[in-house]
Protein backbone atom coordinates (compact mmCIF):
# COMPACT_ATOMS: atom_id res chain seq x y z
CA UNK A 1 0.00 0.00 0.00
CA UNK A 2 1.27 3.29 -1.04
CA UNK A 3 1.60 6.00 2.07
CA UNK A 4 1.80 9.74 1.52
CA UNK A 5 3.06 11.87 4.34
CA UNK A 6 0.67 15.12 4.01
CA UNK A 7 2.16 18.44 6.32
CA UNK A 8 -0.89 21.35 5.71
CA UNK A 9 0.40 24.61 6.66
CA UNK A 10 -2.84 26.23 9.17
CA UNK A 11 -2.81 29.97 8.24
CA UNK A 12 -3.68 29.08 4.39
CA UNK A 13 -7.46 29.40 4.33
CA UNK A 14 -8.15 26.64 1.27
CA UNK A 15 -6.02 24.72 3.40
CA UNK A 16 -8.82 22.53 4.32
CA UNK A 17 -10.18 22.34 0.71
CA UNK A 18 -7.51 21.03 -0.41
CA UNK A 19 -6.57 18.35 2.66
CA UNK A 20 -10.64 16.66 1.64
CA UNK A 21 -9.30 16.74 -2.15
CA UNK A 22 -6.26 14.97 -1.46
CA UNK A 23 -7.65 12.65 1.22
CA UNK A 24 -10.33 11.75 -1.49
CA UNK A 25 -7.93 11.21 -4.21
CA UNK A 26 -5.95 8.69 -2.38
CA UNK A 27 -9.06 6.66 -0.71
CA UNK A 28 -10.29 6.32 -4.16
CA UNK A 29 -6.94 4.52 -4.97
CA UNK A 30 -6.54 2.48 -1.46
CA UNK A 31 -3.49 4.52 -0.61
CA UNK A 32 -3.14 6.06 3.20
CA UNK A 33 -2.12 9.27 4.26
CA UNK A 34 -0.59 10.30 7.12
CA UNK A 35 -0.61 13.64 8.89
CA UNK A 36 0.84 15.38 12.43
CA UNK A 37 -1.17 13.98 14.69
CA UNK A 38 -1.90 17.58 16.15
CA UNK A 39 -2.91 18.61 12.20
CA UNK A 40 -4.78 15.73 11.66
CA UNK A 41 -7.30 16.79 14.72
CA UNK A 42 -7.35 20.25 13.84
CA UNK A 43 -8.41 18.99 10.33
CA UNK A 44 -11.06 16.35 11.73
CA UNK A 45 -9.14 13.77 10.01
CA UNK A 46 -8.15 12.16 13.84
CA UNK A 47 -8.01 8.59 11.87
CA UNK A 48 -5.09 9.72 9.42
CA UNK A 49 -3.25 11.33 12.55
CA UNK A 50 0.26 9.95 13.66
CA UNK A 51 3.08 10.63 16.23
CA UNK A 52 6.98 10.90 14.94
CA UNK A 53 5.82 11.55 11.68
CA UNK A 54 9.49 11.85 10.05
CA UNK A 55 9.98 8.57 11.64
CA UNK A 56 7.56 6.27 9.17
CA UNK A 57 8.18 5.09 6.33
CA UNK A 58 6.25 7.21 3.44
CA UNK A 59 6.70 6.91 -0.15
CA UNK A 60 6.65 10.54 -0.60
CA UNK A 61 5.82 13.82 1.59
CA UNK A 62 3.50 16.27 0.29
CA UNK A 63 4.32 20.26 1.86
CA UNK A 64 0.79 22.30 1.79
CA UNK A 65 2.40 25.55 1.94
CA UNK A 66 5.04 28.45 0.72
CA UNK A 67 8.49 27.69 0.35
CA UNK A 68 9.16 28.13 4.43
CA UNK A 69 6.55 25.00 4.89
CA UNK A 70 8.83 22.52 2.17
CA UNK A 71 12.49 23.95 3.93
CA UNK A 72 11.23 23.13 7.65
CA UNK A 73 9.97 19.63 6.54
CA UNK A 74 12.83 18.76 4.40
CA UNK A 75 14.31 19.74 7.92
CA UNK A 76 12.58 17.21 9.83
CA UNK A 77 13.31 14.20 7.65
CA UNK A 78 17.13 15.25 7.24
CA UNK A 79 17.50 11.64 9.70
CA UNK A 80 15.26 9.79 7.01
CA UNK A 81 15.31 11.34 3.75
CA UNK A 82 12.07 10.97 1.60
CA UNK A 83 11.37 12.84 -1.19
CA UNK A 84 9.45 15.75 -1.01
CA UNK A 85 6.58 17.59 -3.04
CA UNK A 86 5.72 21.42 -2.59
CA UNK A 87 2.18 21.99 -3.28
CA UNK A 88 2.24 26.13 -3.74
CA UNK A 89 -0.20 28.15 -1.41
CA UNK A 90 2.21 30.60 -0.49
CA UNK A 91 3.02 34.08 -2.26
CA UNK A 92 5.47 32.80 -4.59
CA UNK A 93 5.85 28.91 -4.48
CA UNK A 94 9.34 29.24 -5.94
CA UNK A 95 10.70 25.31 -5.20
CA UNK A 96 7.13 23.65 -5.01
CA UNK A 97 6.14 22.04 -8.81
CA UNK A 98 2.39 22.06 -7.84
CA UNK A 99 -0.11 24.38 -8.11
CA UNK A 100 -3.36 24.21 -6.83
CA UNK A 101 -5.01 24.22 -10.39
CA UNK A 102 -3.28 21.00 -11.53
CA UNK A 103 -3.59 18.74 -8.03
CA UNK A 104 -5.06 15.67 -9.33
CA UNK A 105 -3.23 15.86 -12.14
CA UNK A 106 0.24 15.98 -10.92
CA UNK A 107 -1.42 13.45 -7.68
CA UNK A 108 -1.74 11.30 -10.59
CA UNK A 109 1.79 11.48 -11.86
CA UNK A 110 3.04 11.21 -8.18
CA UNK A 111 1.50 7.66 -7.97
CA UNK A 112 2.63 6.26 -11.20
CA UNK A 113 6.07 7.45 -9.93
CA UNK A 114 6.39 10.09 -13.04
CA UNK A 115 8.65 12.24 -11.67
CA UNK A 116 12.37 12.93 -10.71
CA UNK A 117 13.61 13.25 -6.81
CA UNK A 118 16.36 16.25 -7.14
CA UNK A 119 19.20 14.86 -4.26
CA UNK A 120 20.02 18.43 -3.27
CA UNK A 121 22.84 18.83 -0.05
CA UNK A 122 22.36 20.43 3.78
CA UNK A 123 24.40 22.66 5.11
CA UNK A 124 25.67 22.11 8.89
CA UNK A 125 26.10 24.66 11.31
CA UNK A 126 28.52 24.08 14.43
CA UNK A 127 29.89 25.97 16.75
CA UNK A 128 33.21 25.75 18.45
CA UNK A 129 34.33 26.89 21.55
CA UNK A 130 37.52 28.32 23.09
CA UNK A 131 38.87 24.89 24.14
CA UNK A 132 38.11 23.34 20.92
CA UNK A 133 34.68 21.69 22.28
CA UNK A 134 31.99 21.26 18.90
CA UNK A 135 28.39 21.46 19.04
CA UNK A 136 26.05 21.05 16.52
CA UNK A 137 23.46 23.61 15.54
CA UNK A 138 21.61 22.16 13.04
CA UNK A 139 20.60 20.93 9.09
CA UNK A 140 19.42 24.07 6.73
CA UNK A 141 18.45 23.30 2.99
CA UNK A 142 18.44 27.67 2.64
CA UNK A 143 21.12 28.97 4.21
CA UNK A 144 23.09 29.69 7.35
CA UNK A 145 23.11 33.16 8.53
CA UNK A 146 25.28 34.53 11.04
CA UNK A 147 24.43 38.08 12.22
CA UNK A 148 24.46 40.83 14.34
CA UNK A 149 22.34 40.52 17.93
CA UNK A 150 21.48 44.10 18.18
CA UNK A 151 19.48 46.05 16.33
CA UNK A 152 20.55 48.59 13.91
CA UNK A 153 24.98 47.84 15.12
CA UNK A 154 27.11 46.82 12.35
CA UNK A 155 29.56 44.07 13.62
CA UNK A 156 33.41 43.36 12.92
CA UNK A 157 33.24 39.70 11.13
CA UNK A 158 36.52 37.55 10.55
CA UNK A 159 35.70 34.80 7.79
CA UNK A 160 38.16 31.87 6.64
CA UNK A 161 37.41 29.05 4.78
CA UNK A 162 39.05 25.91 5.56
CA UNK A 163 42.28 27.33 7.00
CA UNK A 164 43.00 30.37 5.63
CA UNK A 165 41.60 33.68 6.62
CA UNK A 166 39.54 35.14 4.26
CA UNK A 167 38.56 38.46 5.41
CA UNK A 168 37.70 40.83 8.27
CA UNK A 169 35.05 43.44 7.85
CA UNK A 170 32.12 45.60 9.14
CA UNK A 171 28.79 44.13 8.21
CA UNK A 172 25.75 43.42 9.55
CA UNK A 173 26.39 39.16 9.29
CA UNK A 174 27.23 36.69 6.67
CA UNK A 175 25.17 34.68 4.70
CA UNK A 176 26.85 31.22 3.87
CA UNK A 177 23.81 29.58 1.40
CA UNK A 178 23.32 26.58 -0.91
CA UNK A 179 22.93 26.67 -4.89
CA UNK A 180 19.03 25.53 -3.59
CA UNK A 181 18.72 28.91 -0.84
CA UNK A 182 20.69 31.40 -3.49
CA UNK A 183 17.63 32.31 -4.48
CA UNK A 184 16.79 33.08 -1.18
CA UNK A 185 17.99 35.97 1.36
CA UNK A 186 21.57 35.43 -0.23
CA UNK A 187 19.82 36.85 -3.45
CA UNK A 188 18.20 39.72 -1.60
CA UNK A 189 21.60 40.81 -0.14
CA UNK A 190 23.53 40.97 -3.89
CA UNK A 191 24.58 37.48 -4.05
CA UNK A 192 24.62 35.15 -7.40
CA UNK A 193 21.32 32.60 -8.42
CA UNK A 194 22.79 29.30 -8.76
CA UNK A 195 21.40 26.12 -10.43
CA UNK A 196 20.38 23.81 -7.68
CA UNK A 197 22.28 20.88 -8.98
CA UNK A 198 25.62 23.21 -9.20
CA UNK A 199 28.19 21.57 -6.49
CA UNK A 200 29.04 24.65 -4.52
CA UNK A 201 28.41 27.29 -1.25
CA UNK A 202 27.63 31.03 -1.96
CA UNK A 203 29.32 33.32 0.92
CA UNK A 204 27.38 36.73 0.89
CA UNK A 205 28.04 39.70 3.21
CA UNK A 206 25.13 41.52 4.23
CA UNK A 207 25.61 45.43 3.89
CA UNK A 208 29.18 45.50 4.15
CA UNK A 209 30.86 48.76 4.97
CA UNK A 210 32.90 48.52 2.31
CA UNK A 211 32.88 48.49 -1.79
CA UNK A 212 35.99 46.11 -1.67
CA UNK A 213 33.87 43.05 -1.32
CA UNK A 214 31.68 40.68 -3.18
CA UNK A 215 29.61 37.44 -2.89
CA UNK A 216 31.95 34.61 -3.41
CA UNK A 217 31.39 31.12 -4.45
CA UNK A 218 33.60 28.27 -3.20
CA UNK A 219 33.59 24.55 -3.16
CA UNK A 220 31.50 22.18 -2.06
CA UNK A 221 34.03 20.87 0.34
CA UNK A 222 35.23 23.36 1.66
CA UNK A 223 34.30 24.88 5.32
CA UNK A 224 33.52 28.30 6.14
CA UNK A 225 34.79 29.60 9.81
CA UNK A 226 33.04 33.02 11.07
CA UNK A 227 33.86 34.91 14.56
CA UNK A 228 33.66 38.18 16.06
CA UNK A 229 36.93 40.34 16.16
CA UNK A 230 35.55 42.63 18.78
CA UNK A 231 34.12 40.28 21.20
CA UNK A 232 31.98 43.43 22.86
CA UNK A 233 29.04 42.72 20.42
CA UNK A 234 26.92 40.11 19.80
CA UNK A 235 25.25 37.89 16.96
CA UNK A 236 23.11 35.06 16.60
CA UNK A 237 23.00 32.22 13.89
CA UNK A 238 19.47 31.23 11.80
CA UNK A 239 19.12 28.22 10.00
CA UNK A 240 16.78 29.05 6.95
CA UNK A 241 15.20 31.92 8.85
CA UNK A 242 13.36 29.33 10.89
CA UNK A 243 15.85 28.31 13.60
CA UNK A 244 17.95 31.08 16.01
CA UNK A 245 20.42 30.41 18.18
CA UNK A 246 22.67 33.15 20.38
CA UNK A 247 26.31 32.30 19.90
CA UNK A 248 28.82 33.36 22.60
CA UNK A 249 30.95 36.71 21.63
CA UNK A 250 34.22 33.91 21.79
CA UNK A 251 32.72 31.38 19.77
CA UNK A 252 33.43 30.39 16.23
CA UNK A 253 30.86 29.35 13.53
CA UNK A 254 31.83 26.72 11.64
CA UNK A 255 29.32 25.44 8.41
CA UNK A 256 29.85 22.61 6.01
CA UNK A 257 28.14 20.97 3.54
CA UNK A 258 26.58 17.67 5.07
CA UNK A 259 26.59 14.23 3.46
CA UNK A 260 22.90 14.39 4.12
CA UNK A 261 20.74 15.25 1.32
CA UNK A 262 17.04 16.36 1.04
CA UNK A 263 15.14 15.19 -2.14
CA UNK A 264 12.74 17.79 -3.60
CA UNK A 265 10.39 16.12 -6.29
CA UNK A 266 10.26 17.60 -9.82
CA UNK A 267 8.43 16.99 -12.87
CA UNK A 268 9.90 16.60 -16.27
CA UNK A 269 7.53 19.69 -17.86
CA UNK A 270 8.81 21.92 -14.86
CA UNK A 271 12.51 23.18 -16.31
CA UNK A 272 14.14 25.07 -13.35
CA UNK A 273 14.82 28.11 -15.95
CA UNK A 274 11.03 27.94 -16.83
CA UNK A 275 10.35 28.53 -13.44
CA UNK A 276 13.22 31.11 -12.90
CA UNK A 277 11.42 32.94 -15.89
CA UNK A 278 8.04 33.03 -14.54
CA UNK A 279 8.51 33.42 -10.87
CA UNK A 280 11.28 35.16 -10.00
CA UNK A 281 11.81 37.29 -13.27
CA UNK A 282 8.18 37.52 -13.56
CA UNK A 283 8.32 41.80 -13.75
CA UNK A 284 11.21 41.94 -15.21
Given at each position: ????????????????D??????????????????????????????????????????????????????????R??A??V?????????????????????E??L??L??????????????????????????????????????GD????????????????????????????????T?????????????????????????????????????????????????????????G???????????????????????????D??????L????????
Amino acid sequence: MMTVAVFPNLIKPEMRDILLRIRDFFADRGARIMLPRVRAAEFGMEESGVDDIERLPADFALSLGGDGTLLGICRRYAANPVPVCGINMGTLGFMADIEQNELEQRLVQLCAGDYRVEWRPFLAGYVTKPDGAEHFLGHAINDIVVMKGDVARIISLALCVNDTPLVECKADGFIVATPTGSTAYSLSAGGPIMNPMVKGIVLTPICPHTLNIRPLIIREEDAVHIHLVDTRQSIIVTLDGQETTPIHPDDTVTVKCSDVRAGIIKFADKDYYQILRTKLWRNC
